[in-house]
């Protein structure tokens, strides 16, 4: 039980034990934190900084930019975590704070990432907001890296096929659709909805701007692998060395091993 884990903390020229009061977090709440511990064979608890991101391209993009910039995480006591699956950072935040573990998270800037952001502010306790949450520029890590020159993998996916019902008003399609399946208007209203769901966003934006990213991201093909062109996009920042990680990430990075305070 997380419960009986004893966390020894050295403060100043102490060391005091640290531990998680049985009442911090809800059965549901320490089975998911459970299932990070297992999953991370305990490597956590032995961390003296958390990076808490939202999902696997963040913690790829991280591990790798660090490695280009030649910070070793593992050396300066820093662990990223993956807390989507957990439903956010606040599992994670009770528990840092319980154990004398310091805290970083980062948020996308969308209204996912806003609720990360704000649940995370709830739990700082009078402490800077600066040093503990960041908030991307861009909606999210894919729309970042392209916006920071790495969005040509993202274009490969991005659908180009037309429909003949690509110009078409929603009330246009339902009609149509009532036509074909006249027999059965739940079906008819079930396919126009779908066709609405799948068609094509706009993109009028001018190209490589945030805007024009935005809406390359939203074109996206639903069978495409993000994660894959996120790695494909830190292998381009590879081939440009540490002038080619975005600023955003090397900031991040600078900043928790500052406050890590250097390798172990």
Known sequence: PVEKLRRLDRVAASTECKSIDSELLTDEECRKFNHHVRRNRGELLFAKYWLLVEGETDVSVFVVCADILGINLHRN??????CSQAGGPSIFIKVADSLGINWHVVADNDQGGQKYAAAAKKLLNNRSEDEHISTLSASNMDVLLCISGYGAPYLKSVSRQSSNYEDCSWEDVLEEMKKTFSEKPGQALSVARKLADRSQPEINAEENTPEYWEQIYKCLNRRFSKPAAAFESV????????????DEIKNILTKLTASAGGEQ
Do not use: T
């Open 77 to 82: 006591g820093v662990r990223i975590v993956e």
């Open 235 to 246: 292998l381009l920042i590879q081939e440009k060395g540490r002038d080619g990680v975005p």
